[in-house]
């Protein structure tokens, strides 16, 4: 699976691209692909001469995928902002258990090709703000995908914005989540703990971690409709979640039990060189 909208990074397939940098001399036409197990993030770190979309603090946003894409039966989705070119990622939404589904699924082929959500109002407004969706398939080989994005926010009216740090997973250094086999429980402990940070835009302060574990991100968790495969005795969610900006995720026991790989202070190196 690959974003269409807005047109992530080294992306041939959107009708509107914004042109490459200088120094980089091709496309990436296999952008509908996992990333390495140990390679970077994103292709480069590079500067992008223009975004590829506005976004506007409080408003709905949306993201648009690629058709014909292999969804691997669904899983764990998260769209986040970055201000440093991906050193340091926010979520602003996520879609655990069933990305790209209504429910349980063990095909290939995708339900949903789009996920309209809230940008939060004190978004900080750039010039040069960074959208990363993330995503772990809950069938096949464990990987890990991502597109970014360039983008410019307006109309933003805070300095910050405090939300989940962005979860990474199947990827060299970080814990790995296994095939979900039915559980669409499997790997939500990642999530669910993750820490929360806070992110400036360029010329703000404040930026580092929060320490605290409140769910800033608006979050969806699908309930299956019938399961794909035998299932373990982890609880089952009730119902489709939409958290508001401050709410507290209440944290749900789930099995198996993974502990979240928790960035040490000052922030990671970038993942995206």
């Known amino acids: 699976?690959?974003?269409?909208?807005?047109?992530?990074?080294?992306?041939?397939?959107?009708?509107?691209?914004?042109?490459?940098?200088?120094?980089?001399?091709?496309?990436?036409?296999?952008?509908?692909?996992?990333?390495?197990?140990?390679?970077?993030?994103?292709?480069?770190?590079?500067?992008?001469?223009?975004?590829?979309?506005?976004?506007?603090?409080?408003?709905?946003?949306?993201?648009?995928?690629?058709?014909?894409?292999?969804?691997?039966?669904?899983?764990?989705?998260?769209?986040?902002?970055?201000?440093?070119?991906?050193?340091?990622?926010?979520?602003?939404?996520?879609?655990?258990?069933?990305?790209?589904?209504?429910?349980?699924?063990?095909?290939?082929?995708?339900?949903?090709?789009?996920?309209?959500?809230?940008?939060?109002?004190?978004?900080?407004?750039?010039?040069?703000?960074?959208?990363?969706?993330?995503?772990?398939?809950?069938?096949?080989?464990?990987?890990?995908?991502?597109?970014?994005?360039?983008?410019k926010i307006v109309g933003g009216s805070g300095n910050s914005y405090t939300g989940k740090q962005m979860t990474i997973a199947n990827h060299a250094g970080y814990e790995t989540i296994p095939e979900f086999s039915g559980n669409y429980a499997t790997g939500m402990q990642l999530y669910t703990n993750a820490p929360n940070i806070t992110i400036t835009a360029p010329g703000s302060s404040g930026a580092g971690y929060t320490g605290e574990h409140v769910a800033s991100a608006s979050t969806i968790v699908e309930p299956p409709s019938a399961p794909a495969a035998p299932t373990s005795s982890a609880p089952a969610y009730d119902s489709a979640t939409l958290a508001s900006p401050t709410a507290s995720a209440t944290p749900v026991p789930v099995a198996p039990v993974y502990h979240a790989r928790v960035a040490p202070i000052p922030a990671p190196p970038s993942k995206c060189a």
């Open 1 to 151: 699976m690959a974003m269409s909208e807005p047109c992530p990074r080294f992306s041939p397939n959107c009708a509107n691209k914004p042109p490459l940098p200088a120094g980089v001399s091709d496309y990436d036409y296999s952008i509908k692909s996992p990333v390495p197990y140990d390679g970077p993030l994103m292709k480069s770190d590079i500067p992008w001469p223009e975004s590829a979309t506005t976004w506007t603090a409080g408003q709905p946003a949306t993201v648009k995928f690629q058709p014909g894409g292999a969804a691997h039966g669904g899983g764990h989705c998260q769209f986040s902002i970055s201000y440093d070119n991906g050193k340091t990622a926010a979520v602003v939404h996520e879609v655990l258990q069933h990305c790209f589904f209504s429910g349980a699924s063990g095909g290939n082929g995708a339900d949903i090709f789009e996920y309209t959500f809230p940008l939060p109002a004190t978004m900080p407004s750039s010039d040069n703000a960074l959208l990363i969706w993330t995503w772990v398939n809950a069938v096949g080989n464990r990987e890990f995908y991502a597109n970014s994005a360039t983008l």
